[in-house]
Nanobody, 126 residues
Framework: QVQLVESGGGLVQAGGSLRLSCTASELPLYLYAMGWFRQAPGKEREFVASINWDGRSNAYADSVKGRFTISRDNAKNTAYLQMNSLKPEDTAVYSC???????????????????WGKGTQVTVSS
């Protein structure tokens, strides 16, 4: 079964940084647009960022714009989410996802994505 695997989460103080990675051993990610979503306790899953298959197009939620950067290295079959200036409200489980339909376009809704990882916990202390 195809699965994405996230890494890089952890506990960080407010103002700190983390870099999340997402890879898949059985899925050529260069064929997919990639997205990051997050879900905090008691809240709905929300869009964070997305990048198209060649990395030339991206999109961000307003809440992270200017602080987070999505990128990809297709040679390494990996997508990244660099998170800077972290805030306590960024605390959530972060999941990556791959979108096969129209991979030249970014995707902002979770229904567009075909494959998901289990997520990695990010906790930001105040």
């Amino acid at each position: 079964q195809v699965q994405l695997v996230e890494s890089g989460g952890g506990l960080v103080q407010a103002g700190g940084s983390l870099r999340l990675s997402c890879t898949a051993s059985e899925l050529p990610l260069y064929l997919y647009a990639m997205g990051w979503f997050r879900q905090a306790p008691g809240k709905e899953r929300e869009f964070v960022a997305s990048i198209n298959w060649d990395g030339r197009s991206n999109a961000y939620a307003d809440s992270v714009k200017g602080r987070f950067t999505i990128s990809r290295d297709n040679a390494k079959n990996t997508a990244y989410l660099q998170m800077n200036s972290l805030k306590p409200e960024d605390t959530a489980v972060y999941s990556c996802a791959a979108k096969s339909k129209y991979p030249q376009n970014v995707g902002r809704t979770d229904g567009e994505y075909d494959y998901w990882g289990k997520g990695t916990q990010v906790t930001v202390s105040s």
